[in-house]
């Protein structure tokens, strides 16, 4: 089966996550639909796991019983609110294989923009590269004749040092109270990771930048050779593995084949562990749907893949798919197909009202973010001394253009000449320069 897919991406929320969430909280009317953008898909490391198992046996037995029985009995009061519908599903017990499908959506608020929102999105942005179409700097085809538009794209789309958002963290709050089945992502941010999910839970259905190989032999790749080379750099990231000598006599070669993340360039297959976990859907009692225009396949297919008594939810800026009203479905007898129209954020936030779970919800994000600012600032005392250096080496070399260039315009003596004044010259180029 092959992917056709617009691969998601990221920049960071900043520790404003708490502060935003805690202001949403108190809004009145926050299920109200916000302005509408013209857009396409913006539509809308690890904790530790004992500690989250602890405190999910208190949290899961606290949201088991917080359903009163005028919430069983009056259902006509839910009608209008589809969010409140499903957190009753939750609370109740009848949803706990629940099952997310993601898009972009839910990353827009961490700061990454999407693909195809005018003026914001990537692909608006792609004219100096001089692309005959924007899409094709995702095209297997176009990347192996083309590679370098690629690699200069990627210092805008790599996971970088960001924050996951308020959706992102509900995701591993419905883990810690063990409802969550399995999380399927078309975003390669790995914002859902950072977040503190498990691995296992998650299906990056486009892959993602962890791992890369040779396209010509290929070799698996060190992940820190896509990030030096050609995340940081916008360089051309090629294979060095050395290939046996064709012959007696003959020197070994490197092979110099064009290097690529793994990541779903159109018309590749998709990762076999999305075909593993196709099974997932078939007991699955609650599909939630984010931030997706669900346009992308063989992804928008699967929402048809759960049971036909399963209830369904879309959070999103648009209705899209089956969820769309032009299918004339009864909204108030309907709990197959539920939609809230908003931002991703702020529908996760009043669902999570809804569940009555707001403190362990804000705990979960200041801890997270807490320990991802203490990651960063690891990773930023070790790369400190490579950039050092790297900095040592780009002096050195701009005083040797200057010392060459005026070297040149005043004439040199014969090469027996003291070494002296050359010495003197560079001396006073570095007082010039202030180095």
């Given at each position: 089966?092959?992917?056709f897919c617009f691969?998601?991406?990221?920049?960071?929320?900043?520790?404003?996550?708490?502060?935003?969430?805690?202001?949403?909280?108190?809004?009145?009317?926050s299920?109200?639909?916000p302005?509408?953008d013209?857009?396409?898909?913006h539509?809308?490391?690890?904790?530790?796991s004992?500690?989250?198992?602890?405190?999910?046996t208190?949290?899961?037995?606290?949201?088991?019983?917080?359903?009163?029985?005028?919430?069983?009995?009056?259902?006509n009061?839910?009608e209008?609110?589809?969010l409140k519908?499903?957190?009753k599903?939750?609370?109740s017990?009848?949803a706990k294989?629940?099952?997310?499908?993601?898009?972009a959506?839910?990353?827009t608020?961490?700061?990454i923009?999407d693909?195809?929102?005018?003026?914001t999105?990537?692909?608006s942005?792609?004219?100096?590269?001089n692309?005959?179409?924007?899409?094709?700097?995702?095209?297997?085809?176009?990347?192996?004749?083309?590679?370098?538009?690629f690699?200069?794209?990627?210092?805008?789309?790599?996971?970088?040092?960001?924050y996951p958002?308020?959706?992102?963290?509900f995701l591993?709050?419905?883990?810690?109270?063990k409802?969550?089945?399995?999380?399927?992502?078309?975003?390669?941010?790995t914002?859902?990771?950072?977040?503190?999910?498990p691995e296992d839970l998650?299906?990056e259905?486009?892959?993602?930048?962890?791992?890369?190989?040779?396209?010509?032999c290929k070799?698996?790749?060190?992940?820190?050779?896509?990030?030096?080379g050609?995340?940081?750099n916008g360089?051309?990231?090629?294979?060095?593995?050395?290939?046996?000598?064709?012959?007696?006599?003959k020197?070994k070669?490197?092979?110099?084949?064009?290097v690529?993340?793994?990541?779903?360039f159109f018309?590749e297959?998709?990762?076999?562990?999305?075909?593993?976990?196709?099974?997932?859907?078939?007991t699955?009692?609650?599909?939630i749907?984010i931030g997706?225009?669900?346009?992308?396949?063989?992804?928008?297919?699967?929402?048809?893949?759960?049971?036909?008594?399963?209830?369904r939810l879309?959070?999103?800026r648009?209705?899209v798919?089956?969820?769309?009203?032009?299918?004339g479905?009864?909204?108030?007898?309907?709990?197959?197909?539920?939609f809230?129209?908003?931002?991703?954020?702020?529908?996760?936030?009043e669902?999570?009202k809804?569940?009555e779970?707001?403190?362990?919800f804000?705990?979960?994000?200041e801890?997270?973010?807490?320990?991802?600012?203490k990651?960063?600032?690891?990773l930023?005392?070790?790369?400190?001394?490579?950039?050092?250096?790297?900095?040592?080496?780009?002096?050195?070399?701009k005083?040797?253009?200057?010392?060459?260039?005026?070297?040149?315009?005043?004439g040199?003596?014969?090469?027996?000449?003291?070494t002296?004044?050359?010495d003197?010259?560079?001396?006073?180029?570095?007082?010039k320069?202030?180095?």
């Open positions: 089966m092959k992917c691969l998601c991406v990221f920049h960071a929320l900043q520790c404003s996550i708490v502060s935003d969430y805690r202001l949403d909280m108190s809004s009145e009317n299920s109200k639909s302005q509408r013209d857009v396409d898909n539509n809308d490391s690890s904790s530790d004992s500690s989250s198992s602890s405190s999910s208190s949290a899961s037995s606290s949201l088991r019983g917080s359903t009163t029985n005028k919430d069983s009995n009056d259902d009061n839910d209008g609110n589809d519908r499903v957190a599903l939750i609370k017990g009848k294989n629940i099952i997310f499908l993601l898009g959506g839910i990353s608020s961490a700061g923009p693909f195809r929102s005018p003026k999105g990537l692909y942005n792609l004219q100096k590269l692309l005959p179409f924007p899409e094709a700097v995702f095209e297997l085809g176009f990347f192996q004749k083309n590679p370098k538009p690699w200069i794209l990627a210092k805008e789309i790599y996971p970088g040092k960001y958002t308020p959706t992102h963290y591993n709050l419905l883990n810690q109270q409802v969550l089945k399995r999380v399927f992502t078309q975003n390669i941010d914002l859902e990771s950072l977040a503190g999910l998650i299906v259905a486009h892959g993602s930048f962890s791992t890369a190989h040779c396209l010509s070799t698996s790749v060190d992940k820190e050779k896509i990030l030096k050609g995340v940081r360089e051309v990231v090629k294979c060095d593995k050395e290939l046996p000598a064709k012959g007696k006599g020197d070669q490197l092979c110099g084949g064009l690529k993340p793994d990541i779903v018309g297959n998709l990762p076999d562990r999305f075909f593993k976990h196709l099974p997932d859907f078939k699955c009692d609650l599909l749907v997706t225009s669900l346009q992308v396949q063989p992804f928008a297919s699967l929402i048809g893949k759960v049971p036909l008594n399963c209830p879309l959070i999103n648009e209705s798919g089956p969820f769309q009203s032009s299918g479905y009864n909204k108030r007898n309907n709990l197959r197909n539920m809230w129209e908003g931002d991703a954020d702020k529908g996760i936030n669902l999570v809804h569940l779970l707001e403190n362990e804000i705990e979960l994000i801890n997270g973010n807490n320990n991802l600012k990651h960063y600032k690891d930023e005392k070790l790369e400190t001394p490579s950039k050092q250096k790297t900095r040592k080496d780009n002096i050195g070399k005083i040797q253009r200057e010392t060459e260039a005026v070297k040149g315009v005043v040199e003596s014969d090469n027996n000449e003291d002296s004044d050359t003197d010259l560079e001396n006073t180029i570095r007082q320069l202030k180095l």
